[in-house]
């Protein structure tokens, strides 16, 4: 077994149930690591995306596989039996897992370490930016003058802090200089947009 890592704890969230995120201890880098790592039916899938880990990791959580898949690693609070008892009351009961929504409500009592794991998901969940070639701009800036034209319902594709947000509505201004649009979108409201964000237009047909 590596002296490399340490598996400090595992929980499950509820809107990622498939998923099992284990948190440890990295000492030749000398950092903590958050891991997600698939697991349906409460037992860890180490052939399924775990490509970018090290093998090192990888061996390591093969031998403790079985101690994982037991709910050893398990985070647990005080607050536990409550919550327990809470759950028992509900009429949907059969339908939760003990290591699903009973796992991660204590670990949002805790919120330096809630805010670590959010900032964390936020962080891994980042992209970079499409890159566009030549024909794919055009097809985009068609359908943006489709819409200005004949005000046609558009839904853009914009590159925002790492992410790909869809906004839906009408291009009502067209500036090159600026290099921006302006659109209303579906709830009435007029928003600037610079050109560099967007990286994807689908007009909405009739």
Not at 46 to 69: C, F, G, M, T, W
Not at 89 to 108: A, L, S, T, V, Y
Request: glycine share 4%; proline share 4%; with cysteine.
């Amino acid at each position: 077994m590596s002296n490399r890592f340490r598996i400090m704890f595992t929980l499950r969230l509820p809107n990622e149930l498939s998923y099992l995120l284990l948190v440890g201890c990295d000492y030749s880098n000398g950092c903590l690591f958050a891991i997600n790592l698939f697991s349906p039916n409460d037992s860890i899938q180490l052939n399924r995306n775990v490509n970018q880990y090290p093998e090192e990791l990888i061996a390591h959580l093969s031998a403790e596989k079985e101690l994982i898949d037991a709910g050893f690693y398990d985070l647990r609070t005080w607050q536990l039996t409550l919550f327990q008892l809470k759950i028992k009351e509900r009429k949907d009961f059969q339908m939760i897992k003990d290591r699903g929504e009973i796992k991660w409500q204590p670990f949002q009592s805790i919120p330096e370490l809630w805010n670590s794991y959010r900032a964390i998901q936020e962080e891994q969940s980042k992209i970079s930016k499409p890159s566009l070639d030549e024909d794919q701009l055009e097809i985009i800036n068609y359908r943006i003058m489709k819409s200005l034209e004949e005000e046609k319902v558009l839904n853009l594709k914009l590159y925002e802090q790492g992410h790909i947000n869809e906004v839906p509505g009408i291009i009502i201004k067209v500036d090159p200089f600026q290099k921006v649009i302006r659109f209303k979108v579906t709830s009435g409201a007029i928003k600037q947009l610079s050109f560099s964000k967007i990286v994807g237009a689908e007009l909405f047909e009739a």
